[in-house]
């Protein structure tokens, strides 16, 4: 899950430099039609300039511009397609099996075995005070002996 942390992240810086480069052009262009009302014409052409390298520079953020980054339109597709093959098909859990708990206790670390064994003896010492009902248990037994 630490892989889809990192790339919303990234695609989160993606978006603020991509909003950066935007704003910058902007306010090139602004600059430019503020030289073009005081006819200062070589000041107009190198902000207009500028204008248009910052909107370049935002555009590549969106398809990206291999090989150095992704952009935005690439990670959107992994983050997508990574929630479609790992989201639950029908939102519920699978169901916890006997295998699963056996090779869940053999791949245990000796710390994790040992509370689990505290817990059962714990378990244990509590149903010494309850009742004990023996067509339960002989249900149970029975079943285990066949």
Known sequence: MGWLKDAADDLYAEYYLY??????????????WGYVGDEEWALA?????????DFAAATQHIPGNPPWHDGVAEMLKDLFYWLED????NGEPEPITMNDIINAMYNSTQLEYHYFVGYVDAYRANMWNLPFYE??????TRHFAT
């Open 86 to 89: 790992n989201w639950p098909s």
């Open 45 to 53: 052409e190198t902000y207009g300039v500028y204008g248009c390298d």
């Open 135 to 140: 067509s339960w248990h002989a249900m149970l």
């Open 19 to 32: 909003r950066a480069d935007t704003l910058l052009a902007r306010a090139d262009w602004q600059a430019t």
